[in-house]
C-alpha cells in the first residue's frame, strides 16, 4: 500500500487525505451523538440501545469497514507525507522559524500521533473487548459498553487523559478542517472565511461534548 | 548603529557550514541591509579576510534574486518587502542578527548565503509557458478577458520568484510558487489551451526535485514579498483534480515518414 501511495502525486496523496479525514470528522460527529446518551438519566437504556444498534446493523457493519480503511488511509498517508516533508529539508535552520501560521497548523503530526495512541487505547478499551480479543474486566459482559464506560470514567486519571486527548483532537480539528477544503481546491473568498469559523466550532464540539462525559459521570454519577 | 552578526559561512557545497560571529559598528539607520552587508565585506577585505557571498542584483525588489534568512523569517522582519528593499531602522540599536541561506534539500548550498534555486527555474521549463506565439498586441478586446480575471493573473504574476516561500514552509514545499505560476497563465485565455497539462506537468516536476507537501500552515503567504495569495495554490489543486479526473484520453496520431 505504501508503494501504491508514494508513487502517486503529492496533490493525489493530499486529497486522499483530506477526503479520508473529512469522512472521520462526519463520523466523530455521529459518534458524539451516541456518548450524549449517556448524560440521559436512564440506567443507560438509550446509550446500549444505540450502541448495539451500531454493533448490529448490517449497513453500519458495512461502514465499520470504511471507517477502518479511512483511519488507516489517513494514518498511512500522514506519516507518508510526514516523512517526505522532514526530507525536504535535511539540514534545518540554526534559528527556528518565526513567520506568521495558521494557529496550530505546524502540530498536525504532534497532535495525530496523540490521537492515534488513543485510538489504540481506545480500541483495547472497547472494541477489542466487544469482538474477544481481551477479557472484560470482571463482572462486566463483552458488550456491555455502558458500564465499561462508567468503569473507565470513575477513575479520574483517566477521565483527565481521555480529556487531553479530545483537546488534542480540537486542536487537530480546528486546522485540519479548513485545510481539508483548500486541499480540495475549496478556497473561495465568497465562503472561505464561513469554512474556517464553521470548522473551528465544529472542532470546539467535538472537544467540549466529548469531555463534557467524563466530568458528568465523574462528578454527578460517581 | 551597532550590530552583531551571526552569519552561516560555508566555503562551498561540500563543506560543512557554521555560524561565525562579526561585529559592524557606525551603520546608519537609513543604510540598506546590503549596504550593512557591504560595509562588513569591505571590513573583512581590508582586513584579509573573506567577504561573505550573498545574492542580490536589482536592489529594487523586483528580480528575485536576494535570498536572506533573517532571525529566522526570509527576507526579515518587513511585510511584503525583499531582503534588498529592508533597512537597518528596522532593528533595534545593538540587535544581534542571525543571517542564514535559504534551507531546502531542493536548494543546495552554493557557498556561504547564496543556494542554487533553479529548482523554480525546471518547474517552469516544464509547464511555465505558453507553447503557441501568441503574436502581437491585438486590438483592444478582440480577446476578451473580464477585468476581475486580468487582475488576478496579474496578482499571481507578480511572482519574482525568490523562494521565501519554500524558505519559509515548515517542510520546504513549492506549492505558492507552482499555485502562482500556474494561476497567472491558467486565468488568461491564451493560457487557457494548455492550462490541464501544464498543472500536471509542473507538479509532476515539483515532486521530483524533492520539495515537500504543503500542510496548508500558510506561512508562505505570510513571508511572500509579492503578497500571492494562498487562494492560487487552491487553484492549482483543483485544476489538478479536474485535469486527473476530466481530461480525455489523448488521440495518438502515427506520423509515418
Ligand atoms: S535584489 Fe532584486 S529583488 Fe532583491
Redesign the pocket.
Known sequence: MNLLLSSFSSLTNKVLMALAGLFLVTFLGVHLGINLLLLNNDGGRAFTAAASFMGTNSIIKVFEIVLFAGFLLHIILGMMVSGQNKAARPSTYVVSNHSATAPFSKYMFHTGIIVFLFLLLHFFDFYFIKIGLVAPPDGIASHDFYSRTLLLFSTPWYSLLYIVCFVALGIHLNHAIQSAFQTLGLNHSKYMDAVKVIGSVYSLLITVGFSIVPLFILFYRH | MNFTLKIWRQKNAVAKGEMVTYAVSEISPDSSFFEMLDALNQQLITSGGDPVAF????????????SLYINGRPHGPLKGV????LHMRSFKDGDTIHIEPWRAKAFPIIRDLIVDRSALDKIIQAGGYVSVHTGGVPDANTIPVPHEKAESAMDAAAC?G?GACVAACSNAAAMLFVGAKVSHLALLPQGKVEAAKRVQKMVACMDELGFGNCSNTYACEAEC?KGISVVNIARMNRQFLAANLLSEREKVVNISL
Open positions: 545574492d542580490h542584483d536589482c536592489r529594487e525588489g523586483i528580480c528575485g534574486t536576494c525583499t531582503t534588498c528593499q519574482i525568490c514579498p
